[in-house]
């Protein structure tokens, strides 16, 4: 099982839409959990951090499910300017990976 | 503040040649680290320093060196490009790891000839 999984993607929604991705990880000893947005040819840049009790920001909202080793991010009322790529994040304590592991994200493209 | 900033760009290499990138930080971060991001591979760890003076291997440490002599400054080094080391190199910082978020530069395209 490889350490972050994300849903394969692209999903192509229209304005307006609700969309739901999906995150998995592997090692239980994950601390903390992020979403980044990757907007193409550009760097990531944090979208939101992952609260145990879940949190919103906006349209956006983030749950973690420990138990199930999963993570997941919510967009209501998708915008054009949504259109970019999701990266799931993981940081893991004492990991070799300087402690963060990515998922290879998950493409959304919004239609007018 | 320039945030992190990276240099240069963009660079064609032959194969065989060498060359560093320079990442630079102002937010006085502790770690800093460097990525590589290729089609359907996402980012990957290549090193990473948790303070001036210190590296550590990441996940694809093959072929680069990095040093950090100063909080600031944080660089890759190629010895002897190949054409497998094609990629655009990200750059990245944070105030500490685990909690904190990271910060990245701006990305450089490399192609190796």
């Known amino acids: 099982r490889k350490e972050v999984e994300q849903d394969p993607g692209p999903f192509n929604v229209p304005e307006g839409a609700t969309v739901a991705f999906n995150c998995t990880y592997s090692n239980s000893a994950s601390q903390s959990f992020f979403w980044y947005r990757q907007d193409c040819r550009k760097e990531p840049k944090l979208l939101m951090s992952?609260?145990?009790s879940g949190n919103e920001d906006g349209r956006f909202t983030a749950q973690l499910n420990r138990a199930s080793q999963y993570i997941s991010l919510l967009i209501r009322d998708s915008k054009l300017s949504d259109s970019a790529t999701y990266l799931c994040v993981v940081n893991i304590y004492g990991g070799s990976q300087g402690n963060l592991i990515f998922g290879k994200g998950t493409k959304l493209s919004v239609k007018p | 503040n320039a945030g992190v900033t990276q240099t240069p760009k963009f660079r064609v290499l032959k194969t065989g040649q060498s060359m560093t990138l320079l990442c630079a930080q102002d937010?006085?971060?502790?770690?800093m680290y460097w990525y590589r991001q290729d089609p359907g591979m996402g980012l990957r760890l290549i090193h990473y320093s948790v303070g001036e003076g210190t590296t550590a291997k990441g996940e694809v440490p093959d072929g680069y060196n990095v040093s950090r002599l100063k909080k600031q400054n944080f660089l890759l080094g190629l010895e002897s490009a190949a054409p497998s080391q094609t990629s655009v190199y990200f750059c990245?910082?944070?105030?500490?790891?685990?909690?904190?978020?990271?910060?990245f530069g701006p990305g450089t395209r490399l192609t190796v000839t």
């Open positions: 937010m006085n971060h502790e770690y």
């Open positions: 992952v609260y145990s």
């Open positions: 990245a910082s944070s105030y500490r790891t685990l909690y904190y978020e990271q910060y």
